[in-house]
T-cell receptor, first 116, second 117 residues
Framework: GQQLNQSPQSMFIQEGEDVSMNCTSSSIFNTWLWYKQDPGEGPVLLIALYKAGELTSNGRLTAQFGITRKDSFLNISASIPSDVGIYFCAGQGRNAGGTSYGKLTFGQGTILTVHP | GAVVSQHPSWVICKSGTSVKIECRSLDFQATTMFWYRQFPKQSLMLMATSNEGSKATYEQGVEKDKFLINHASLTLSTLTVTSAHPEDSSFYIC?????????????FGDGTRLSIL
């Protein structure tokens, strides 16, 4: 089945530093999504990417959909303490039709710690 | 917006009890909803895809008689953990996908912490 490799697994940074994380896949995705999850809560959508090569920003966050459709990265600039959490990439493949519509494959997550 | 409400937030119950978790899309219709399970410090694991008006599709290794899914309307899906045991303790999260928009992302509820004693 499809697998996503997300790296790094964890990061410890100082407030104000920039952060970069990425995901690679063994197969092609049509959509790449980046989510953030705080402890005890569900994932919150940060950025959605729909086209190969697409570069999208959301405030201090920037994400890109790789040209090969097999990778994506997320950058966070000028990190702040509230950026702490787990970041997940997720890929959505082609519509398998019928009852498998829109399934996501998740990366393993990147745990971000920001020291004030 | 795209708000997904999940209830209850947490539940503690005795072994052998059946527990129902609700997932509602508050401001959009969702033909398809998804149920995930998440263990501490791990990623989300898809359990099943819930389809309005038809049977759910379960992932390999997930017992459909153990985890009953009902998606009776375009805004509500329920997951019932039947005869729950301590090994069923976990964080269960639902998501919903807006009807009619093939590329729309999944929006997640806040999860349900299930603890079986």
């Amino acid at each position: 089945g499809q697998q996503l490799n997300q790296s790094p697994q964890s990061m410890f940074i100082q407030e104000g530093e920039d952060v970069s994380m990425n995901c690679t896949s063994s197969s092609i995705f049509n959509t790449w999504l980046w989510y953030k999850q705080d402890p005890g809560e569900g994932p919150v959508l940060l950025i959605a990417l729909y086209k190969a090569g697409e570069l999208t920003s959301n405030g201090r966050l920037t994400a890109q959909f790789g040209i090969t459709r097999k990778d994506s990265f997320l950058n966070i600039s000028a990190s702040i303490p509230s950026d702490v959490g787990i970041y997940f990439c997720a890929g959505q493949g082609r519509n398998a039709g019928g009852t498998s519509y829109g399934k996501l494959t998740f990366g393993q997550g990147t745990i971000l710690t920001v020291h004030p | 917006g795209a708000v997904v409400s999940q209830h209850p937030s947490w539940v503690i119950c005795k072994s052998g009890t059946s527990v129902k978790i609700e997932c509602r899309s508050l401001d959009f219709q969702a033909t398809t909803m998804f149920w995930y399970r998440q263990f501490p410090k791990q990623s989300l694991m898809l359990m099943a895809t819930s389809n309005e008006g038809s049977k759910a599709t379960y992932e390999q290794g997930v017992e459909k008689d153990k985890f009953l899914i009902n998606h009776a309307s375009l805004t509500l899906s329920t997951l019932t953990v039947t005869s729950a045991h301590p090994e069923d303790s976990s964080f269960y999260i639902c998501s919903a996908k807006r009807t009619g928009h093939s590329n729309q992302p999944q929006h997640f509820g806040d999860g349900t912490r299930l603890s079986i004693l």
